[in-house]
């Protein structure tokens, strides 16, 4: 099992990324897939994660601004992130939960990617 995120890089504040994360080696689509962050110095944070049945849930931080979605066709998850703004500066993580749980905990995924790093400049 793995999986890849990628998309991160370097944006202006007020700016837009979208992040992806590729699985591989089963099928995702029974299961629910997140995405957290870290910061420097700081502990992983929950940022959203999306259900089996496309049910999405978020940090109050990024509502209204970040948008989780999957192509279970393609076995992708993805993280729309608009108005970005310096706090949102993190290696961002995807993950996915085989086993179910609460999905605002990182104890609760299996298998996570290698990250990528979003940068906002102010």
């Known amino acids: 099992v793995q999986l890849q995120a990628s998309g991160g890089g370097l944006v202006q504040a007020g700016g837009s990324l979208r992040l992806s994360c590729a699985a591989s080696?089963?099928?995702?689509?029974?299961?629910?897939m997140g995405w957290f962050r870290q910061a420097p110095g700081k502990e992983r944070e929950f940022v959203g994660a999306?259900?089996?049945?496309?049910?999405?849930y978020y940090t109050d931080s990024v509502k209204g601004r970040f948008t989780i979605s999957r192509d279970n066709a393609k076995n992708v998850l993805y993280l729309q992130m608009n108005n970005l703004k310096p706090e949102d500066t993190a290696v961002y993580y995807c993950?996915?939960?085989?086993?179910?749980?609460?999905?605002?905990?990182?104890?609760?995924?299996?298998?996570w990617g290698q990250g990528t790093l979003v940068t906002v400049s102010s």
């Open positions: 080696g089963r099928t995702f689509r029974s299961y629910a």
């Open positions: 993950a996915v939960a085989l086993r179910g749980g609460n999905m605002y905990f990182p104890t609760t995924y299996d298998y």
């Open positions: 999306i259900s089996w049945s496309g049910r999405t």
